[in-house]
């Protein structure tokens, strides 16, 4: 599959030096389970499968390169965790079975508390998909991109028209709102425990 065109060149998966795998074993370390990060053959697949690929400032595949070369900054200054939408697309294709989408969880959190996050809307693109699934149960992958890209990066809409029609296309997704999960009473309450728990 072909991995779409990214902002900036990912370094070579070279020669690792030892010092250089404190960042990947600090990842797989604050990722539930085995992520098996370390397995990643840089296949590409993963970009290829993401429907958010092309606003993302490196693919993941890039991402776990740069973890490889302990490219720290550069990896908690990137916006391609807050962009992922959590659709498992990768998780399910990577053919080394790695738990990209629970990674790009753990480099959430790792951005959060380094503050170097160099992207000021990434934080707000977590915070919509979170509300959509307050309301909805689940994810809205296509609302999630277009309210975030209305809201901050309104003249780059007609750019990103063949990533929309790729979504609508090629992943299936649907332009409209998600029917509502069974139990959202119940998830409303899970979410509420979760969020006294966050502020403790
Ligand atoms: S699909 Fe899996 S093995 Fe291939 S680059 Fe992505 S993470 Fe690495
Ligand atoms: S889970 Fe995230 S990184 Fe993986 S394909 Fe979906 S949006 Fe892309």
Not at 114 to 136: P, R
Request: contains cysteine; proline residues 8%.
């Amino acid at each position: 599959m072909t991995e779409p065109v990214i902002v900036s060149d990912p370094p070579s998966a070279g020669p690792v030096k030892h010092e250089d795998l404190k960042l990947l074993q600090e990842v797989i370390l604050r990722t539930p389970g085995d992520p098996g990060l370390e397995m990643c053959i840089q296949c590409g697949t993963c970009g290829g499968s993401c429907p958010s690929a092309s606003a993302m400032d490196h693919t993941p595949r890039a991402i776990f390169a740069m973890l490889r070369a302990g490219m720290r900054e550069d990896v908690m200054k990137s916006n391609t965790p807050w962009m992922c939408v959590s659709c498992y697309y990768c998780t399910v294709r990577c053919p080394q079975e790695i738990h990209i989408t629970d990674v790009m969880y753990t480099l959430k959190n790792m951005s959060l508390e380094s503050k170097v996050g160099g992207n000021s809307t990434a934080s707000d693109f977590s915070k919509t998909f979170i509300s959509l699934v307050e309301n909805y149960g689940r994810s809205f992958e296509i609302g999630l991109a277009g309210f975030h890209n209305v809201k901050h990066f309104i003249t780059r809409l007609p750019s990103m028209t063949p990533m929309a029609i790729g979504m609508l296309t090629k992943k299936g997704m649907s332009p409209f709102p998600p029917k509502r999960i069974k139990g959202m009473d119940q998830l409303k309450k899970i979410l509420k425990r979760a969020k006294e728990l966050e502020a403790v």
